[in-house]
Nanobody, 127 residues
Framework: QLQMVESGGGLVQPGGSLRLSCAAS????????VGWYRQAPGKERELVAR????????NYLDSMKGRFTISRDNAKNTVYLQMNSLDSEDTAVYYC????????????????????WGQGTQVTVSS
């Protein structure tokens, strides 16, 4: 079981930056890959960034590449999302979510669903 607690959201002007944090409690944090989702009013929830259990493999939605950076510090049980050059289109509720990564004897992996979710944090980009 993981409990995810988010922080760092708020109001920012266009072109500004925010750093979101997701602090996880639980001994199995290292065994979980983490993704950042967002959902804007009237739009479908979308995965914008994800990171592997060891922090090495990272991926981003194409529109976020170069502006957003996901990272994790397993010693602190925390995942971060650095957001730069924010635009009004980035206004949304942002969620962190974790999924179990099962490592098998042959070195392959099986990922579970995004089972553990934070409460969400509001990001508003407006002048």
């Amino acid at each position: 079981q993981l409990q995810m607690v988010e922080s760092g959201g708020g109001l920012v002007q266009p072109g500004g930056s925010l750093r979101l944090s997701c602090a996880a409690s639980g001994n199995i944090f290292r065994l979980n890959a983490v993704g950042w989702y967002r959902q804007a009013p009237g739009k479908e929830r979308e995965l914008v960034a994800r990171v592997s259990t060891d922090g090495i493999s990272r991926n981003y939605l194409d529109s976020m590449k170069g502006r957003f950076t996901i990272s994790r510090d397993n010693a602190k049980n925390t995942v971060y999302l650095q957001m730069n050059s924010l635009d009004s289109e980035d206004t949304a509720v942002y969620y962190c979510a974790a999924r179990r990564d099962y490592t098998w004897y042959d070195g392959t992996h099986s990922l579970g669903p995004y089972q553990y979710w934070g409460q969400g944090t509001q990001v508003t980009v407006s002048s």
